[in-house]
């Protein structure tokens, strides 16, 4: 485990409990973004519940993030960015690979602007693109 882990929690002032450690440094190890029922298993035996607290703590911080994929199922994945405490300004596109079913955070490709028409008010902005990732297609 990486020294480093207690302090990036300390930087959103969370308190480092081992759980909440362990929870970031899996999370940190992932090549792409994973459900909270992955999420669990990678850290088993531990409780469900406290991995979801853990998660959830973290996001409300501006560690972790979600995505809507489009398969009904939340992933979430570590901030790049410096994201703040309830508000994320990474809006990155994210990628579904059609063919080993991975999501990823495209931390370079920002969402564009929406306009909405006057009484419109948006709460959140996602941008899945399907297709297949850069492994898969060299597999290909
Ligand atoms: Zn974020
Ligand atoms: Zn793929
Ligand atoms: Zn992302």
Do not use: W
């Not at 990486?2 to 970031?24: C, G, Y």
């Not at 029922?37 to 469900?48: I, M, N, Q, S, V």
């Not at 306009?115 to 899945?128: A, D, I, R, Y």
């Amino acid at each position: 485990m990486s020294e480093e882990l207690p302090v990036i929690l300390e930087r959103k002032n969370i308190k480092p409990t081992a759980m909440r450690l362990l929870v970031l440094d899996f999370l940190m190890n992932q090549p792409s973004a994973i459900s909270l029922t992955d999420l669990e298993k990678g850290l088993e035996p531990c409780d469900r519940i406290t991995v979801y607290r853990a998660l959830k703590k973290f996001e409300e911080s501006g560690l972790v993030h979600h995505i809507d994929d489009g398969t009904g199922i939340t992933k979430y994945a570590f901030c790049a960015e410096e994201c703040n405490p309830g508000h994320h300004h990474d809006l990155h596109v994210h990628f579904f690979c059609n063919t080993c079913k991975q999501t990823s955070c495209l931390p370079k490709t920002q969402i564009p602007q929406v306009s909405l028409p006057e009484g419109f008010h948006k709460e959140e902005v996602s941008l899945v693109v399907k297709g297949t990732c850069n492994l898969c297609y060299t597999l290909q």
